[in-house]
């Protein structure tokens, strides 16, 4: 059974840092393309960021600069650093990777930037 369990959000101060996790498990993590989405209040859910089986990165362009996916092989885990956090990153954030046959999704992790 193929599950990605979010960890890591909370309640941070604009120009804070939070670093979220994404453990995988049922899959051979290692051979998968990893995603961030997040979804806020009213909005259409959006990708942030992607890393590859092979460690190559892409992020949208309202986070380039602050966040940074990674990935740790030997922990079947991917990790978000959020920096310099804003308001707009106010949202449920999301781990998935694509199966054969559907998207394996995480249940989310709330991530709320306010002063």
């Known amino acids: 059974q193929v599950q990605l369990v979010e960890s890591g959000g909370g309640l941070v101060q604009p120009g804070g840092s939070l670093r979220l996790s994404c453990l995988v498990s049922?899959?051979?993590?290692?051979?998968?393309?990893i995603n961030w989405l997040r979804q806020a209040p009213g909005k259409q859910r959006e990708a942030v960021a992607h890393?590859?089986?092979?460690?190559?990165?892409n992020y949208a362009d309202s986070v380039k600069g602050r966040f940074t996916i990674s990935r740790d092989n030997t922990k079947n885990t991917v990790y978000l650093q959020m920096n310099s956090l804003k308001p707009e990153d106010t949202a449920v954030y999301y781990c998935?990777?694509?199966?054969?046959?559907?998207?394996?999704w995480g249940q989310g992790t709330q991530v709320t930037v306010s002063s």
């Open positions: 998935n990777t694509e199966g054969l046959r559907t998207t394996y």
């Open positions: 049922g899959i051979k993590f290692r051979f998968y393309d």
């Open positions: 890393i590859t089986n092979d460690g190559s990165t």
